[in-house]
């Protein structure tokens, strides 16, 4: 592949991408339940016109655009307000949660090196059901992460964690709520346990940041989750989320100064001058800035405050019509339009229920540790919730009839996968599905891979049905 030798005509161009976007997934006809946030055409033309006002900015230097300094400042002055946050609190927008998460838990090992210097194996403790972005800092960052485990309904077991703390425990966290069922943990008896072992406290806000204080405010109540919690000491909050924003853009909070100056990183030794940021990228773009900015001057509290109404009024006529189902229980009790939920004793088998909704054209969100169906209810999902209810009770009426399915196709695979005991060679499998992805066919990064697995006869059991897994993964990563 090169470059093409001759330029094309704008129009050209942007005709073959609107072309190779038919086969992408149509999320704003409702039959997806995540990643896709987005409230109605206005907003979204807003944030388009925002953003591309921006998009030639390089904000590396923030210092050379005052309006989007202001921007970023007033963004995460009003996130610190949402989140019961006072004139000390601090932070800055990041790229998403991701960034928010590597921030703080950077800034925390920095602040743990001066004021718990004996600590040299720093440790986080955490619920499992904690967003991978934690693992991912601490593989980055030389941190351990031990994960507790969690009740049935899925909320942190305070007891399980106290058990994980040791001396070189620096840092607790927890989600509000967890991505994958929508359950909040709690926050202030995980506050009480880090102020008995004078701990600091990240609360992962990335999906509730934006939604949860407006469900507040909807007269829903709730434990206190956010700097309220006085041993809160960080918290990640995503506009890109329920914040309505563009892609691309998170806030990391910091209760006081003392812990954020950590995350700003500074060397003077460079040729082209002194160089410093306050967040992980280098070149950084203003447009995700400005379109998060844009977005909530636009929607305003009375916006958030409709947008939330609508969408926890569908969640509850989702709720209850899933629960109506008698197969079907919902996990855990979620706090917001996050949920999940799976068949009783896993009869019918909740994965052929999914390859069933699948056919009838549903994006599913399989989930494991336990198998359910993940289900975030966006205002293009309102229209649907019905006919989703409708196709599940089909759905569930089909996979009775079919007990065979739960042993073929995608729902073999899946419960595979949820039962498979050979983690690492699900990582490496993944791993190679990877550079093979980026780097061809041919490319293997360990080609002693299949020598290194378990054992022979293991490998000869397994193997053959995650090549299918993964051969399905591969075409679904090339739709
Ligand atoms: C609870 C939670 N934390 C963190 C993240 C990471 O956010 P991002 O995907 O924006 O990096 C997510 C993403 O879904 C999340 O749900």
Known sequence: MQIPEKGTLPAEILAEMQAAQTGDTPWLEGKTWSLQYYVDDEHHELLKAAFGQYFSNNYINPFLFPSLLKMEKEVVGM?????????????????????????????????????KPSIKKPEIVAPRTIHPAFDKAAHYFGLTLKKAPVFENMEADVAAMERLISKNT?????????FAN???????????????????????????????????????????????VPEVTSMSADLHKFGFGAKGASVVLYRDVQLFENQIFITTEYSGGIFATATM?????????????????????????????????????????????PEI???GNP???????????????????????????WVVDR????NSIH????????????????????????????????????????????????????????RRLFVETYAGKSARTDPDFEEKTESVEQRKSWMGRLNRLLAWWERNLKR
């Not at 569930?396 to 060679?425: I, Q, T, V």
Request: hydrophobic share 45%; aromatic share 8%; proline share 6%.
């Open 79 to 115: 996130a610190a307000n949402l989140l019961h946050g006072d004139e000390n609190t601090v932070g800055t927008m990041t790229s998403g949660g991701t960034e928010s998460i590597l921030l703080a838990m950077y800034a925390c090992r920095e602040w743990a090196r001066k004021h």
């Open 170 to 178: 620096i840092l607790l966290a927890a989600s509000a709520p967890s």
């Open 182 to 228: 929508g359950v909040l943990d709690p926050i202030p008896d995980i506050g009480k346990l880090a102020g008995r072992h004078g701990l600091l406290l990240h609360v992962d806000a990335c999906v509730g940041g934006f939604m949860l204080p407006w469900v507040e405010k909807l007269g829903r109540k709730l434990p206190a989750w956010d700097f309220r």
């Open 281 to 325: 990228l280098g070149t950084r773009p203003g447009g995700p800035i400005a379109a998060a900015w844009a977005g909530l001057q636009h929607l305003g509290q009375e916006g958030f405050l409709k947008n939330a109404r609508d969408m926890l009024a569908a969640t509850d006529r989702l709720r209850a019509g899933l629960e109506a189902q």
């Open 329 to 331: 229980f919902i996990i």
């Open 335 to 361: 706090c917001m339009n996050v949920l999940s939920f799976a068949t009783r004793h896993n009869r019918p088998d909740l994965f052929a229920v999914a390859d069933f909704l699948e056919k009838k054209g």
């Open 367 to 370: 989930q494991q540790l336990p």
């Open 375 to 430: 289900l975030t209810v966006f205002p293009y999902n309102i229209p649907v919730i019905d006919n989703y209810v409708a196709d599940v009770r089909t759905a569930l009426d089909w996979a009775k009839a079919h007990p065979e399915a739960s042993g073929e196709g995608n729902a073999a695979l899946y419960g595979l996968l949820a039962r498979l005991p050979l983690r690492g060679m699900v990582k490496d499998n993944i």
